[in-house]
């Protein structure tokens, strides 16, 4: 009975959360955005901008979810407390960043890219979906993949592998939030 009540909550967090596509919307507008960064921000400034402006992506994702009428929050939902506090551990690799960017500057895309990949891992259940899977393993594959044959070029070719797996991760929940509506009308019509 209380697996039931869980799959309820996970299918109303879909529904109303949209799967969390407005968070992916705003990764994808971060590594478009790092990647732009590359090529006009001198290189002791960029650093910054990948601190600063990963902490602009939550914001930014509140924002998108607003403008797309999505209640992304879904308050009334205990399972966004959960997701809120799985998304909040990234302020605490905040030291982490900065020591890095301190002292191996080469290495941010690279860290950020690690960490924020990692992060996703736990919405496989809370959203009940295959997307964040993918959107895990790609993104810690990938970085992994270019941080340790390219990391010179990091700023470079992270942000374009990753514009490429958050896209490719925001089609499939799509998808996935198009068959859980579908479903959805099935069983209210039946």
């Not at 860290?111 to 997307?131: E, K, N």
């Amino acid at each position: 009975m209380e697996d039931f009540k869980f799959n309820k909550l996970v299918e109303h967090i879909s529904e109303q959360a949209q799967k969390g596509t407005p968070m992916i919307l705003a990764g994808i507008i971060f590594w478009i955005l790092a990647l732009i960064a590359n090529f006009v921000l001198p290189s002791d400034i960029i650093v910054w901008f990948y601190l600063f402006g990963i902490g602009a992506v939550f914001p930014l994702g509140i924002l998108i979810s607003k403008v797309l009428k999505i209640n992304f929050l879904a308050n009334d939902n205990p399972l966004s407390v959960i997701g809120g506090l799985i998304g909040g551990i990234q302020v605490f690799f905040a030291p982490l960043i900065i020591l890095v960017a301190l002292n191996q500057p080469d290495w941010i895309p690279f860290v950020v890219g690690i960490l924020t990949g990692a992060h996703f891992l736990p919405y496989v259940s809370i959203y009940d979906s295959r997307a964040y899977l993918f959107q895990t393993v790609a993104t810690v594959g990938i970085v992994t993949v270019v941080g340790f044959s390219w990391m010179t070029q990091s700023y470079l070719f992270i942000p374009i592998a990753l514009i490429v797996v958050y896209t490719i991760t925001y089609v499939l929940l799509r998808s996935e939030c198009k068959v859980g509506e579908s479903d959805q009308k099935r069983m209210t019509s039946a």
